[in-house]
C-alpha cells in the first residue's frame, strides 16, 4: 500500500503535479484493449527525464512498491496492467525526439514518443521507423513487447531496429547499452534481451532506432480468392518464390464484410490478400507485381484490383490498421480474445484451416500479417457468459497448441502479458527456468511489471 | 591438471578415438589466425551428439575442468584459445546438415558444419546463408562471434539468421531455444544472448539457420579513385541515398598492390570500392547501378569495370576473401595484428583518414565491409620486436579510442576473444557489469572458455 510519506517522496522527485491517485486517472492506467480484468494502480506517476525514473525505481526498491510502465495502454494481451497494483510510471511527458540524424539513418528518443508522430517527423528527412504495429503505440512500448506489424515481411520487427538503449534496472541504476555502428560483436547482446521483456527487467528511457529510407515508388495490390485456401496457399507460393513485398495481408470474408458496414466500403466478401512491394526502380517492381500476379491467378484468384494509387493506397493500409477499432465498433458490448500464432509459412494453410474449423460456432474473425505466418483471430464475446467463453478459451487452448505443434509460436508480436503466461512452459521446455533465473537476477525482488511473462 | 581418471571417463563418453593428447594435435588446438600466444590444452574431445557434450559438460562441472569450443581456428582475436588449458572440444564429428526445410527457408545443422560446405549443399535448392565471413568457419564458430561479411550490409549479421539453438549449459544441462516462426514475441530473447557469446555461456551444438534465396541477377562494380577520400565519401553518398548494396568493399591502394603481387593481377594500384547489388529484376539493378556510377563519377571516380560476369565476379569476391590469406603469404615471418572497429557510415572518411595517419610508418593494409561502417586494419610485424610492436599497439589504442568516440565499436565481427578484452569498459561503460552478472548466473564456476571477453 502507497503511503501519504510515499506520496510526498513521489512528489519530491516528479514534482506535485505529476502525482495523481485520482479516480479517473488511476481508472485510465487499470487497463489496455484486452479483455483482461482491469486492476487499479496506487498512484500514476509522469517523470520527465531518465534521472526521475532512477529515482523512482530507487524509491520503488526501498520500499518493496511494484513499478509497471505505461506508453498509451494499446497493448493486447494485459502487459500493462498493474495487477499488483504500485506505481505506474506514464511516459507522456518524455515524448521528446532528441536528435535526428539522417546521414546515419538514426533517431535518438525518449520512451514516450508515439510512432506515429515520429514517423511524420522523419518523412521530412525522407525516412522512417518501420515497425508498423497499427496501433497509436508508443517506442517504449514497442520495445517492450517487440512489436512489429504490416511492414515487418520486408523490415523485421522492432528488436531489428534498436541500436542503443537506455534502462533503468531495479534499484535505479541506469545503464546505457549498444552502439551506433551498423554491426558488433563486442560482448553480449544486452539491447536484445531488454527488447519484448515487457518492462519486467527494466524501464527504457531512450533508445536509438535505426531507420530506412522512404521508397521512391511502390505498387499495391488488393486480391480476393474463391476460397479461403486458395489464399493461403498464394502467400506461401509468393513467399517461397523468394520476394520480398513490402506487406502481405490476409483477412477473412468475415473481417471484409465488417470493414464494408463500418467504412461504408463495397469490397467483395471473399478471402482477400493485400499485397504491396516497394523499391528504388519502377521497372523492377512492375517485373515483380506481374510475377506475384501470375502466382495469383494460378491459385485462382477471382479479382485483382492493381490500379492503387497513393491516396487509395493509404487508405487501404488505414482501413487494415483500423480493423480492430472496427472489429469492436460493430460489436457493442462484446469484449475480444484475441490469438496471435505465428507458424513456419508452409503451414500458412493448414493452420488456418484448422483456426476456421475449431472456431466455427463463434463470432470469429481471422486475418493477420500472412507473409510472416502471423494469424490473428478475433473472438467477440462476452467473458461474463461462462460456459460461451469456456467455448472461446478452449478455441484458444486447442489453436495456440496446434500453432506448437507446427514449431511456431503463441505470440508473434503482442508479446505474453497475462494472456499467454499459460502457454510458455509448453512453447519453451526447459529454457523457460533460464528466463526466470535472469528475472530473478536482475529484479530479485520481482518489482517490475509483476505477474507478467511468468506465471 | 586432467589425471588419467579422467581420461579413462572421457573416453568412455566420446569413445577411444575421440579421445587425443597427442603434442600435434594438442598444437593444432592452441592457436587461431591470430597473433595471440598458443596454450595447450590438455586433451582434445570429438563428440558425436548433443548428449556427448551434455556429459562432457557435467564431467567438467563435476571435475572443475575448462572447456573450450572450437570449430577449425579461424577466429582472429583467440577466441577458441584454451588459455586456462583443460578440455578442447572440436566438432569435426558433428557435420551432419540435419534437414534442410526449402519450403521453410530453413536448414537444421549440427555446430561443426563448415558454411561453405552448407552453401554448396543450399545451392541445390536456390538458397543460401548469408553470413559471409570469408574463412571457412564452422556454423558453430560463426554463431559464437556473430560472425559476418561482404553480404551483411544487405543480409545482416549471423544474429539476424538464427531461429533455434540447441545449447549445452555449464553442467550439463540441454536446453532448446526458438522456434521455426519468422518472428515472436515469446518471453526473453535467448538466441541473442548465446550467439555472439563465444562459448563463455553454452556450448552451441546445433541450429536451425534461416535462409534466403538466391537473388535471379547480379551487378558488380570496381571502381578506382584518386585519393582515399574519394572513395570513402562515395560509400557514405551511395549508403545514405538509401541503396541496399548486396555487398560495398574498401580496400586501400596498398591491399591492392598484395594482391596484385599474391594473384598476378594487373589492378589499379589505387584506392578501390567493390560493390554489388542484386534483386530479381534486371531491369530495376540497371536502374540502380546507372544511379550508384553516377554517385561514383561526382566523387572523382577514375576508372569503373562494370561489365563484370559470373566468372569473374566469382574471382572478385574470392580475392577479397583471401585477402588475409594473401597479406599473410606476402609476408612471411610477420604475425598480424588486426582491428575491426565499426563506426556511423557518416564517420567513415574520417575514421579511414585517422587511420592511415596513426599506422603511417607501420606495415599496415586498410580495407573492410565499408557499407557497414566497418573498417580492418592489418598490421604485420614481429611481436618479439617488442619497441616495434609497442608501436602497433599504440595505435591499435588509439583507432579503438577514436572508433568509440564516434560512438561505435572496438570489433565489429570478429569478436572479443583476448585481443579486445581491454576496450569492453570504455564501449560498454556500466552495462559491461550487468554482461559480467549474467556470466556468474550461467556459468558460476567461470569453466566455458575462460579468460574470454572479461578481462
Redo the contacts between chains.
Keep these: 500500500m502507497i503511503t501519504r510519506d510515499d506520496l510526498m517522496s513521489l512528489k519530491a522527485i516528479v514534482g506535485e503535479q505529476c502525482v495523481s491517485t485520482g479516480e479517473s486517472v488511476l481508472n485510465l492506467h487499470s487497463h489496455d484493449e484486452s479483455y483482461h480484468n482491469p486492476v487499479l494502480p496506487d498512484v500514476v506517476l509522469w517523470p520527465h527525464s531518465t534521472d526521475e525514473v532512477s529515482r523512482i525505481a530507487r524509491y520503488s526498491h526501498e520500499r518493496k512498491i511494484p513499478v509497471t510502465c505505461w506508453g498509451v495502454g494499446t497493448s493486447l494481451e494485459g502487459n500493462p496492467i498493474p495487477i499488483e497494483h504500485g506505481i505506474v510510471i506514464d511516459f507522456h511527458q518524455m515524448q521528446k525526439v532528441l536528435a535526428v ?6 533517431v535518438d528518443v525518449e520512451a514516450g514518443v508515439v510512432y506515429k508522430e515520429l514517423n511524420k517527423t522523419l518523412s521530412r528527412y ?1 525516412l522512417f521507423f518501420p515497425p508498423d504495429p497499427g496501433a497509436a503505440a508508443t517506442i517504449g512500448g514497442m520495445i517492450g ?4 506489424g504490416i511492414r ?2 520486408k523490415y ?2 522492432t ?2 531496429h534498436i541500436m542503443r538503449l537506455v534502462v533503468v ?1 531495479p534499484g535505479g ?5 549498444g ?15 531488454f ?3 515487457e518492462g519486467t ?1 527494466g524501464l527504457i528511457t531512450e533508445a536509438t532506432l535505426r531507420l ?5 515508388n511502390f505498387m499495391a495490390l488488393r486480391v480476393t480468392f474463391p476460397e479461403i485456401k486458395n489464399a493461403t496457399d498464394t502467400v ?1 507460393k509468393v513467399m ?4 520480398s513485398p513490402s506487406a502481405m495481408e490476409f483477412l477473412d470474408s468475415n473481417v471484409i464484410t465488417v470493414l464494408n458496414r463500418d467504412r461504408s466500403l463495397a469490397m467483395e466478401e471473399r478471402p482477400t490478400l493485400l499485397m504491396e512491394s516497394n ?3 519502377e ?3 512492375k ?2 507485381m506481374a ?1 506475384i500476379e501470375e502466382i495469383c491467378s494460378e491459385n485462382g484468384s477471382t479479382f485483382i484490383d492493381k490500379g492503387i494509387g497513393q491516396t487509395e493506397r493509404d487508405r487501404l493500409w488505414e482501413m487494415r490498421h483500423l480493423t480492430f477499432e472496427s472489429l469492436k465498433r460493430q460489436h457493442p458490448g462484446l469484449l475480444p480474445l484475441i490469438m496471435d500464432v ?5 503451414r500458412y494453410s493448414d493452420m488456418v484451416a484448422f483456426i476456421k474449423q475449431e472456431v466455427s460456432g463463434l463470432l470469429a474473425y481471422v486475418f493477420g500479417h500472412a507473409g ?3 494469424v490473428h483471430v478475433i473472438v467477440m464475446d462476452v467473458p461474463a457468459n461462462s460456459s460461451r467463453w469456456a467455448k472461446v478459451e478452449q478455441a484458444h487452448q486447442r489453436i495456440v497448441e496446434k ?1 506448437l505443434a ?11 502479458g497475462i494472456g ?1 503466461r499459460g ?2 512452459s509448453d ?6 527456468e ?2 526466470k ?3 530473478r ?2 529484479d530479485p525482488e520481482g518489482l517490475f511489471n509483476p505477474g507478467k ?1 511468468f506465471s
Excluded: W
Design positions: 540524424r539522417p546521414e546515419d539513418f538514426q525522407g513487447n517487440n512489436a512489429s515487418t515481411v523485421g520487427a528488436k531489428d534496472l541504476e541506469v545503464i546505457r547499452i552502439n551506433r555502428a551498423r554491426k558488433s560483436s563486442s560482448g553480449y547482446d544486452l539491447i536484445h534481451l527488447v519484448g521483456s527487467l530506412v529510407g522512404l521508397p521512391a506461401f517461397s518464390s523468394g520476394f523499391g528504388f526502380s521497372e523492377g517492381l517485373a515483380e510475377y505465428a507458424i513456419p509459412l508452409s510472416d505466418g502471423n500453432a507446427f514449431e511456431g509460436t503463441c505470440t508473434g508480436e503482442h508479446g505474453v499467454k502457454f510458455l512453447e519453451h521446455g526447459d529454457s523457460l533460464l528466463m533465473r535472469i528475472k537476477l536482475i511473462i
